[in-house]
């Protein structure tokens, strides 16, 4: 995914007609990294990701592609996609090739720090919700309470409840999701 990426970052930024150093004046990122980064040999995070989009022009969804291998029930880690893009805060990335035919909806979602006096907007829906934090510190919402999950905490409730989640830290936030019923589900 790193070189798919990088081919895009190189094609963008030569129809634009910018060099290396320009990228870098736009992104404050290095030429070396930018150049590494073109090249497949080196990651990227999600917000990098998105500023160097917003200095060539386009959103952070123009660098995601679909997943290969759809009748594979093997997905491997450098197959992953992301599925969605949420106001630039909270991306989506799928766990299954096959999501279409499946009950459970296994995803990962980063999302990024964002300001305590931001206004969540609390949701229910039919069915359950399982959530594993990986990284960082997230906030649950659930009605009227707000419930602070660290590394390796989890939750399990059903999703008819008002509820959302929020990153109220100056750090990603990385989870594991479960949802029933599966929402891309045929």
Do not use: C
């Not at 963008?12 to 990122?29: A, G, P």
């Not at 995803?107 to 300001?115: A, G, H, M, N, V």
Request: proline share 3%.
């Amino acid at each position: 995914m790193n070189s798919d990426i990088g081919k895009k970052i190189k094609e963008l930024r030569t129809q634009n007609n910018l060099t290396l150093n320009d990228l870098s004046e736009k992104t404050n990122l290095s030429t070396g990294y930018l150049s590494q980064l073109e090249r497949g040999l080196t990651s990227i995070a999600i917000d990098t990701l998105s500023n160097i989009g917003e200095a060539l022009g386009v959103t952070l969804s123009y660098f995601l592609t679909e997943p290969k291998n759809k009748d594979n029930f093997i997905l491997r880690s450098y197959e992953r996609q992301v599925l969605e893009v949420e106001n630039n805060k909270i991306i989506q990335f799928q766990l299954t090739n096959d999501m279409d035919n499946k009950n459970l909806l296994p995803r990962i979602f980063e999302i990024l720090p964002s300001s305590n006096n931001e206004k969540i907007n609390l949701y229910p829906h039919a069915g359950e919700e399982f959530v594993y934090v990986l990284e960082g510190i997230l906030t649950l919402l659930i009605n009227d309470k707000s419930y602070e999950l660290f590394p390796g905490d989890s939750a399990h409730y059903n999703s008819n409840l008002y509820h959302n989640w929020a990153n109220n830290t100056n750090k990603t936030v990385k989870i594991l999701t479960v949802h029933t019923p599966n929402l891309f589900k045929k």
